[in-house]
Each structure stands twice: as structure tokens, then as C-alpha cells.
T-cell receptor
Framework: GAGVSQSPSNKVTEKGKDVELRCDPI?????LYWYRQSLGQGLEFLIY????????KSGLPSDRFSAERTGGSVSTLTIQRTQQEDSAVYLC?????????FGEGSWLTVV | GENVEQHPSTLSVQEGDSAVIKCTYS??????FPWYKQELGKRPQLIID?????GEKKDQRIAVTLNKTAKHFSLHITETQPEDSAVYFC????????????FGIGTKLQVIP
């Protein structure tokens, strides 16, 4: 595709359930980021993948959060045992050299 | 370090006036400084960027200035219009193979008609 694609666009889940959010970056982009944005708040860095380097996981808020990137392309962010405070928009972004391109985001609501 | 501080967090200006948002970074090796605009309910999008070998860059009503000595860079919007109302994020990138980009906390700009 022409841009960063994220799915699902909206997800409502019950507290305690696991969720998986998918990001398909722009083809050829070696860098991939995950951010969390709560309503009216800034971009909270979660995790960064760059090529074959070990990912920077310093932003993951707890061990319930994990992410992987298979084959240097598609990435999946997994949230286990979801809590209400996990409700937010999860933004994925990718870049090749300078410009970061964001996806539309996955809106997660935990009820 | 990778930190970038952004202020103000909110800014209200009258239509037609200028708006200035400032960011300060800590890593003197940082070499790339983009600005992103996020309209309500939409994704952040790049509006202008500057590299460390340039002191100023303009694109119509927006400009970015960089002071490497003081390690700060600013976004200037002139003749503001209601459609400029959005959240603006500054960012900085450190060089090298890892090249991670770090964002500021954002500035909510409101242009009052």
C-alpha cells in the first residue's frame, strides 16, 4: 500500500482479554515505531524497531505489553489482560531515512 | 540523552497574529528536527523539517529556526488562520545507525477568529 496500514481501526474489548494490533509499514521502511495517545494527550513512545537491531523497548509501560516485527516488515503489538487504562489510540509509524509516516491508528476501548 | 522539551503546552492567538513554539534538546549530536501537525481525530503529519547544517527554513507561512549553540529550535507561524488550530509536535533525531526520533509533548494551538 501507499501508506502505513493499521488494523483493526477500532476495537472494543472486555477487561482482562488479550488484544493484538497490527501494523503494516510502508514497503522498504526499516524503522517502525509504536506510540500510545490518550485523549487530548501527547505521543507516548512504546517501542522502536530498526532493521535487524535489538528493539528499543524502553517505553513499554508494563510486562503486559509486547511487540514483535516479523521479517523486518509487519509488526504486532500485543496487550495481555487489558485494563481500562489501556484505552487509547495506538499509532504505528515507519520511516526510511528522515520523515516518519504515521498510520491512522487503532482505537482501543476496554470496557 | 534523547529528551526534547517543548513549550508552551497550550497557545491561543488571534487570527492574523503570529505563533511561536519552542523546543530544546539535550543531545548536541542531534542532526534532524521535524515538526508535525495533528488535527483533531487525525494522524500527525510532517509540516516542515530542518537539518543541523541549516539555520532557518521557510515554507509559505511557516518557518523553523535552529540555534545549535543553544540547542533549541522553534516553529513560527505567521498570519495565523483558524485551520492552523491543531496540536504541534517537535522532534529530534540522533545520528548513527539507530536513528531514533524522539517527540516533544506537543503544543495545542488555538487560533481565535
Amino acid at each position: 500500500g501507499a501508506g502505513v496500514s493499521q488494523s483493526p481501526s477500532n476495537k472494543v474489548t472486555e477487561k482482562g482479554k488479550d488484544v493484538e494490533l497490527r501494523c503494516d509499514p510502508i514497503s522498504g521502511h526499516t524503522a517502525l515505531y509504536w506510540y500510545r495517545q490518550s485523549l487530548g494527550q501527547g505521543l507516548e513512545f512504546l517501542i522502536y524497531f530498526q532493521g535487524n537491531s535489538a528493539p528499543d523497548k524502553s517505553g513499554l509501560p508494563s510486562d503486559r505489553f509486547s511487540a514483535e516485527r516479523t521479517g523486518g516488515s509487519v509488526s504486532t503489538l500485543t496487550i495481555q489482560r487489558t485494563q481500562q487504562e489501556d484505552s487509547a489510540v495506538y499509532l504505528c509509524a515507519s520511516s526510511s531515512t528522515n520523515t516518519i509516516y504515521f498510520g491512522e491508528g487503532s482505537w482501543l476501548t476496554v470496557v | 540523552g534523547e529528551n526534547v522539551e517543548q513549550h508552551p503546552s497550550t497557545l491561543s492567538v488571534q487570527e492574523g497574529d503570529s505563533a511561536v513554539i519552542k523546543c530544546t534538546y539535550s543531545d548536541s549530536a542531534s542532526n534532524y528536527f521535524p515538526w508535525y501537525k495533528q488535527e483533531l481525530g487525525k494522524r500527525p503529519q510532517l509540516i516542515i523539517d530542518i537539518r543541523s547544517n541549516v539555520g532557518e527554513k521557510k515554507d509559505q507561512r511557516i518557518a523553523v529556526t535552529l540555534n545549535k549553540t543553544a540547542k533549541h529550535f522553534s516553529l513560527h507561524i505567521t498570519e495565523t488562520q483558524p485551520e492552523d488550530s491543531a496540536v504541534y509536535f517537535c522532534a529530534q533525531r540522533t545520528p548513527g545507525g539507530y536513528q531514533k526520533v524522539t517527540f516533544g509533548i506537543g503544543t495545542k494551538l488555538q487560533v481565535i477568529p
